[in-house]
Every structure is written in C-alpha cells, then in structure tokens.
C-alpha cells in the first residue's frame, strides 16, 4: 500500500477516493483558519470576487456585510463555485487560477468595480493585474491563516500540499527527504524551496491530486 500524507482534512469520503486506487493517506493538517470576527465597511461594488470558501463562510457569519455584498461574482475553484452557488450567489466565471481569473477581468470587466473578499495571506495576483489597469478593486479581510507545524513522525511516500501556508508550515517543523511532493496548483507549488521537484495536480482539485497521485505511482497496489 503506498502511504500518502494529506497536509489538509479530508472527509471519509476523499479518503475513499484514494483507497480505491490503491493508496492509504493520512491527514495532518498544517494550518489553522480564524474566520474575521468582525467585517470592516467595504464600498458598494458591481462584483464580488471570492479565491477561497473560507472568505464565503466568514461572510455568511456576518449578515449585515452579506447583505450589501454584491451577490453576483467571479471565483477561483470549483468547489468555491459549488458553495457560492449553494449559498445562492450568481456566479458569473470561475478559473482555476488567479492569473485566469484576472486576466478575464481585464479583458471582459474592466469598467466594472469590484470588491474582493480574502484572507491576509492571499496572492498579490489579482489585486495588482487590476490596479494596474485602474480597475476598483477593494480588498476585504474575512480570515487569517495561522502556520501549525507538526513533526512527521513516520515516512510517506508522497505529500500533498493545496496552498502556499500548507507548505510553510511543512518546512517550518520538517525537511523533505525522498518522498514524491505533490501541489494542488502552481501558486502551491511556488512556495517550495528551489530544487525541490514535485508534481502539479492535472486540475487545481483533489480530483486532480488523486489523478497525478495515481499515474505518477502508477497505479501501483500493494
């Protein structure tokens, strides 16, 4: 059986997926969200632009701010599409990537306004593709991420890693010896050190990991 370390919480059912392709993994999560207690006044915007469901449930916990965000938006991810829609927000386009994301804005959007709801740790990406074309685009604070590094305490054959802080983390308690490293995106896999050789996921989901997962060992069962 080849032993996978998932640097996130995966539910019964995501374990599964990788059971039946012939993998144990683990879950050993790296960081800690803290949703905002309290949502600063934001401008009235055309759109909102979400990168994160943790952005959504933090604004979900606030009615009042909910309530003067716009509710039609763009998104990056597909299950931060699945909760917006199931939230009953209208979602216009979603990209798997930031770069994607703002470039369609730049192209498709650029006399409308936005407000962009985020954690302190998000990418500069969208913010300055559309600064520098004088697109409004106000950033609002929903969450902070907070590192918590974890000694490994036994070998896996593979890690796998969904975002930047996931990896900081890591290193933060742990170096990586010869396991097979694998990102959830370019932008996850940006934070390693340089040299370090891993593997992106074929889409920016778990859907992708497993896949990578499973041509990358082959489909391998023991």
Same mark, same amino acid.
């Given at each position: ?10 539910? @019964?059912?995501?374990?599964?997926a ?10 050993? $999560? ?6 905002? %207690?309290?949502? %600063? ?6 759109f ?18 909910? &309530?003067?965000? @716009?509710?039609? &938006? ?18 216009i386009?979603?990209?798997?990537y ?18 962009? #709801? ?8 969208? $913010?300055?593709? /559309? ?6 685009c106000?950033e ?6 907070? +590192?918590t590094?974890?000694? /490994? &305490? ?7 890693? #969904?975002? @930047?802080? &996931? ?8 170096? #990586?010896?010869?396991?097979?490293? #694998? ?22 989901? +778990? ?7 499973? %041509? ?7």
């Amino acid at each position: 059986m080849i032993r996978l370390l998932s640097t996130k919480l995966l539910s @019964p059912q995501e374990v599964e997926a990788f059971a039946a392709l012939g993998f144990q993994v683990e879950s050993l $999560p790296l960081i800690r969200v803290q949703l905002s %207690e309290t949502i %600063e006044a934001f401008p009235q915007a055309d759109f909102a632009i979400f990168t994160s469901g943790n952005a959504l449930e933090a604004l979900q916990k606030h009615p009042a701010a909910k &309530a003067l965000a @716009p509710h039609r &938006a763009f998104c990056v991810g597909a299950k931060t599409r699945e909760r917006l829609e199931s939230a009953g927000w209208e979602v216009i386009a979603s990209f798997g990537y930031a770069q994607q994301l703002a470039n369609y804005l730049v192209e498709q959007y650029a006399s409308y306004s936005f407000v962009f #709801f985020c954690g302190e740790s998000r990418m500069e990406t969208l $913010p300055k593709v /559309l600064a520098k074309r004088g697109i409004p685009c106000y950033e609002c604070l929903t969450y902070t991420t907070e +590192l918590t590094p974890k000694k /490994l &305490a036994k070998h896996y054959d593979g890690l796998l890693f #969904f975002s @930047p802080s &996931a990896v900081r983390s890591f290193l933060a308690a742990n170096s #990586f010896a010869e396991e097979k490293i #694998f990102c959830i995106g370019s932008t996850t896999q940006s934070a390693l050190p340089e040299g370090v050789s891993s593997y992106i996921a074929q889409s920016p989901t +778990l859907e992708g990991i497993i896949e990578r997962c499973r %041509e990358i060992f082959n489909n391998r069962q023991t």
